[in-house]
């Protein structure tokens, strides 16, 4: 029979809950307990996409895969503006432009959002550059409160992990975040029945149901994800 062993005299260690780690932890307490969350998912194929970023990257463009599917997600916020939105004392706001919010991981796994102000003024590269800029901001500490505190709707990216679809929880008064997952690679059958690889991202989208139901959720992914597969949204 095995020994019962303390936890108290393993070589553990205990992490005091202060700083900004305390006030990540304050943040989203509030968020789950003072909204109503619910969050659908979907997949998207990556073969249009992939297209272009070989196209630009032929052409000497830097615009990442992650920029384009940022730019295809702002497009599809322009038609759907109950999602850019923020909801406070009982007033939803939606929003003329998209001041779309980062989530950044930083050393010592904290995690801040700001937000890149004007996203739906910018092409693919001006939203690349102008995300390396904001990352550039974030870890270096000079984020403007302003920033910290100006997105209107919020994308994290857990697309370099094995973790397809997962729960974002909403950066509060924001309505709506978007979780990109990871990709996984499986054969697909074409219309003359031959088999070819292609690559599918697994996408999340939580929202606040007190400011959008359901149904209006599912079409911006609906609609998203024909953006990113180049197909035209009805």
């Known amino acids: 029979m095995g020994l019962i062993q303390n936890p108290a005299a393993g070589s553990g260690s205990t992490v005091p809950l202060k700083g900004m780690r305390k006030m990540i932890a ?30 630009l990257k032929a052409a000497g463009s830097q615009v990442s895969l992650q920029d384009l599917l940022l730019f295809e997600i702002v497009c599809s916020l322009k038609n759907h503006p109950g999602l850019n939105a923020t909801l406070q004392d009982n007033q939803i706001t939606r929003h003329g432009s998209v001041h779309l919010g980062l989530a950044i991981p930083l ?34 500490g ?50 003359d029945g031959s088999l070819s690889e292609r690559d599918f991202m697994g996408l999340s989208l939580t929202f606040d149901h007190r400011a959008v139901n359901g149904a209006p959720a599912a079409d911006f992914l609906d609609d998203l994800c024909q953006r990113i597969e180049g197909v035209e949204p009805p």
């Open 142 to 191: 000079k984020l403007s409160v302003k920033e910290l505190t100006g997105a209107t709707v919020t994308v994290t990216n857990l697309g370099l992990s094995r973790v397809r679809f997962f729960t974002p929880i909403l950066n509060v008064p924001q309505v709506a975040i978007i979780g990109l997952g990871g990709i996984q690679r499986r054969l697909q059958r074409g219309a």
């Open 26 to 55: 304050a943040k989203m307490s509030e968020s789950l307990q003072t909204t109503a969350q619910l969050t659908h998912h979907a997949e998207c194929e990556l073969t249009n996409l992939q297209a272009k970023r070989a196209q």
């Open 107 to 140: 050393p010592d796994d904290l995690l801040v959002a700001p937000a890149l102000f004007d996203a739906d003024q910018l092409d693919a590269q001006g939203l690349a550059l102008a995300r390396r800029a904001l990352v550039d901001k974030a870890l270096s």
